[in-house]
């Protein structure tokens, strides 16, 4: 599940000290997720993007999840009042390179035009990925596409009608030289929207926050 989105900037401290104290924690504990991680941008808009991996996209359809997004506790539903422009998609990996976790993330949201998802997808997969985490600074490479809408909850009737995602490139880095030249290619003129790209947002995170399962369990 991918999501970006801003907070009221006076709601900025209260919301980074629910998200890791309270909503990261509740999140983890539902059967199927994974892990989740909170990145704050250094460079682009919006503020934040977060990242929850999941066991398969079931999980994210699942009673147990509805549930919660349906029975928001009263901190979470007062946070919610605070959120700007969220984006959320349930998203299928298309296809991955590289191992690890990067400090720097580059976030690369596009809609491919009519008729071009798979030439813009197989460029990606076929050119893009496998040589991206062979250059020095970069880590990993992940491709994503929305695969299932998202269903309305309660949490959401609070915050606002989201905006789904389509098409996402999430590239991974140590070094932010290295991720910059990887953006520079992907969106430069040989890059995505000369293959059919649309409606392109990019935006560069560092890492802020991330809790696994394992220790919510622990």
């Given at each position: 599940?991918?999501?970006?989105?801003?907070?009221?900037?006076?709601?900025?401290?209260?919301?980074?000290?629910?998200?890791?104290?309270?909503?990261?924690?509740?999140?983890?504990?539902?059967?199927?997720?994974?892990?989740?991680?909170?990145?704050?941008?250094?460079?682009?808009?919006?503020?934040?993007?977060?990242?929850?991996?999941?066991?398969?996209?079931?999980?994210?359809?699942?009673s147990p999840y509805l549930e919660r997004l349906n029975a928001p506790t009263p901190w979470t539903a007062r946070m919610m009042t605070h959120?700007?422009?969220?984006?959320?998609?349930?998203?299928?990996?298309?296809?991955?390179?590289?191992?690890?976790?990067?400090?720097?993330?580059?976030?690369?949201?596009?809609?491919?035009?009519?008729?071009?998802?798979?030439?813009?997808?197989?460029?990606?997969?076929?050119?893009?990925?496998?040589?991206?985490?062979?250059?020095?600074?970069?880590?990993?490479?992940h491709l994503l596409r929305g695969a299932v809408t998202p269903t309305m909850t309660n949490e959401q009737r609070i915050r606002g009608v989201?905006?789904?995602?389509?098409?996402?490139?999430?590239?991974?880095?140590?070094?932010?030289?290295?991720?910059?030249?990887?953006?520079?290619?992907?969106?430069?003129?040989?890059?995505?929207?000369?293959?059919?790209?649309?409606?392109?947002?990019?935006?560069?995170?560092?890492?802020?926050?991330?809790?696994?399962?394992?220790?919510i369990d622990a």
């Amino acid at each position: 599940m991918l999501l970006s989105f801003d907070v009221a900037v006076d709601s900025i401290a209260e919301h980074d000290y629910w998200h890791t104290y309270e909503h990261l924690p509740e999140r983890l504990s539902i059967p199927g997720f994974l892990r989740g991680t909170r990145w704050v941008t250094v460079e682009g808009q919006p503020r934040y993007m977060v990242l929850y991996e999941v066991e398969s996209l079931a999980i994210l359809t699942s009673s147990p999840y509805l549930e919660r997004l349906n029975a928001p506790t009263p901190w979470t539903a007062r946070m919610m009042t605070h959120y700007r422009s969220m984006t959320r998609g349930f998203c299928s990996v298309v296809s991955s390179a590289g191992f690890g976790l990067g400090r720097l993330a580059l976030l690369v949201r596009y809609k491919p035009t009519h008729g071009t998802k798979a030439s813009v997808e197989a460029r990606l997969r076929d050119e893009v990925l496998p040589e991206l985490p062979a250059q020095p600074g970069l880590g990993s490479a992940h491709l994503l596409r929305g695969a299932v809408t998202p269903t309305m909850t309660n949490e959401q009737r609070i915050r606002g009608v989201d905006e789904t995602v389509d098409s996402a490139l999430i590239v991974t880095a140590y070094d932010d030289v290295a991720l910059k030249g990887a953006k520079d290619r992907i969106l430069g003129p040989l890059g995505i929207e000369r293959h059919g790209a649309t409606d392109i947002r990019s935006a560069i995170y560092a890492i802020h926050y991330s809790l696994s399962r394992n220790e919510i369990d622990a």
